[in-house]
T-cell receptor
Framework: SQQGEEDPQALSIQEGENATMNCSYK?????LQWYRQNSGRGLVHLILIRSNEREKHSGRLRVTLDTSKKSSSLLITASRAADTASYFC??????????FGAGTTVTVRA | SAVISQKPSRDICQRGTSLTIQCQVDSQVTMMFWYRQQPGQSLTLIAT?????????ESGFVIDKFPISRPNLTFSTLTVSNMSPEDSSIYLCSVEVWGSSYEQYFGPGTRLTVT
């Protein structure tokens, strides 16, 4: 079953702006991973953050994790048209099985 | 990371037939998984493909409907049996690579349409 809830469901921004999306989950986790999916294709792994980490960066991506609030956020800075995609968070409760959120659809307008 | 391929990339099948989807990884992996993504939805785990033993299925999925094989550490198949239009989905395999610190990587997916 899906553990994560993502907010917002959809986001439309201008190129160059930042995009922020949030993920909340229900049970304790070992790690949380963020993925990107373009037009119903396969998932691209973006970043993994462990339960004992609070923030992680990768290029234009910044992920935070607050285990006390059971939530995570993904920030994409200086967005580009190529960032148009659906973004999913997935939690691993230490059994290697991923539970996915509903996803946030991001549209970057030129 | 790992390079994962799936065959076929897409197919249109008639109801009542079966389709076998292949997943090939370019390196040996510990864990392989199969997910389903119904239209406009998120991903749901179908089963864990175990090397040398039967797959472990999640609630709501059964072996008769989704038989899985994993003959070695780089290959797995998922069969969607006796298909109905409700089986129209994207099917994705994922792997966890040794030494990747729990990161899971996904194949490109197989888009199945059942008519």
């Amino acid at each position: 079953s899906q553990q994560g809830e993502e907010d917002p469901q959809a986001l439309s921004i201008q190129e160059g702006e930042n995009a922020t999306m949030n993920c909340s989950y229900k049970t304790s986790i070992n790690n949380l991973q963020w993925y990107r999916q373009n037009s119903g294709r396969g998932l691209v792994h973006l970043i993994l953050i462990r339960s004992n980490e609070r923030e992680k960066h990768s290029g234009r991506l910044r992920v935070t994790l607050d285990t006390s609030k059971k939530s995570s956020s993904l920030l994409i800075t200086a967005s580009r048209a190529a960032d148009t995609a659906s973004y999913f968070c997935a939690t691993d409760a230490n059994d290697y099985k991923l539970s996915f959120g509903a996803g946030t659809t991001v549209t970057v307008r030129a | 990371s790992a390079v994962i391929s799936q065959k076929p990339s897409r197919d249109i099948c008639q109801r009542g037939t079966s389709l076998t989807i292949q997943c090939q990884v370019d390196s040996q992996v510990t864990m392989m998984f199969w997910y389903r993504q119904q239209p406009g939805q998120s991903l749901t785990l179908i089963a864990t493909a175990n090397q040398g033993s039967e797959a472990t299925y999640e609630s709501g999925f059964v072996i008769d409907k989704f038989p899985i094989s994993r003959p070695n550490l780089t290959f797995s198949t998922l069969t969607v049996s006796n298909m109905s239009p409700e089986d129209s989905s994207i099917y994705l395999c994922s792997v966890e690579v040794w030494g990747s610190s729990y990161e899971q990587y996904f194949g490109p997916g197989t888009r199945l349409t059942v008519t």
